[in-house]
């Protein structure tokens, strides 16, 4: 089976333009104290979108909507519950990736469902694989941010996960994971 896209020329400009988002966030006096920063996929409808949050955007949240059944630390990690969210057009030369992963499956006749599933499973894979490597590559921008806390964190999720934290992993350090993403686990 074929790749859908080039992966390796999506990631390379994805990071490109998350690069010039991360710029742009260290910038700004609004992101003083940044605890995460995601890359969050939605693989049924093929996008990416960077989200991020600040304490002091979390404390704003829970004074005006109150805590309801959740806890401070259960909210903290709910993107539901970030701020921010990129809202930069995409350049077209990122949209083409999209829209051709979009095409491939919309040509895929409804009774080859076997064909469909391994298509998507194959794709899946690679998509989150090229997302990790996406964020690996950003990390020397990130690490450049001035505003970030102690426990900062990034990682990669699918917007249909229900582990949170599936691919963390393989982009938060051993140490900074075992401080962070298990006792919120628990």
């Known amino acids: 089976m074929e790749d859908i896209i080039d992966y390796e020329a999506f990631k390379n400009g994805l990071v490109m333009h998350y690069s010039r988002i991360i710029e742009e966030i ?3 006096e609004k992101y003083r104290d940044i ?4 890359l969050q996929t939605d693989l049924t409808n093929t996008y990416v979108s960077m989200f991020w949050n ?7 949240q829970i004074d005006n909507y109150g805590l309801d059944s959740l806890s401070r630390d259960e909210m903290k990690f709910e993107d539901a519950y970030f701020a921010y969210q990129e809202y930069y057009d ?5 949209d083409v990736y999209i829209k051709t992963i979009g095409d491939y499956f919309s040509a895929i006749p ?3 469902n076997e064909f469909f599933d391994q298509a998507y499973d194959r794709f899946s894979t690679q998509f989150i694989s090229c997302m990790i490597d996406v964020l690996n590559e950003l990390k020397p921008a990130i690490i450049e941010l001035k505003n970030i806390t102690n426990d900062f964190i990034c990682y990669v999720t ?5 582990e949170v934290f599936q691919y963390a992993t393989r982009t938060v350090p051993e140490d900074v994971f075992s401080r962070v993403c298990i006792p919120y686990l628990s």
Do not use: C, F, N, Q
């Open 110 to 112: 409804d009774e080859d």
């Open 90 to 94: 995409w350049p077209d030369d990122l």
């Open 35 to 38: 605890y995460v920063l995601i």
């Open 158 to 162: 699918d917007h249909d996960d229900t």
């Open 26 to 28: 260290g910038k700004s």
């Open 54 to 60: 600040t304490e002091s955007s979390l404390d704003e």
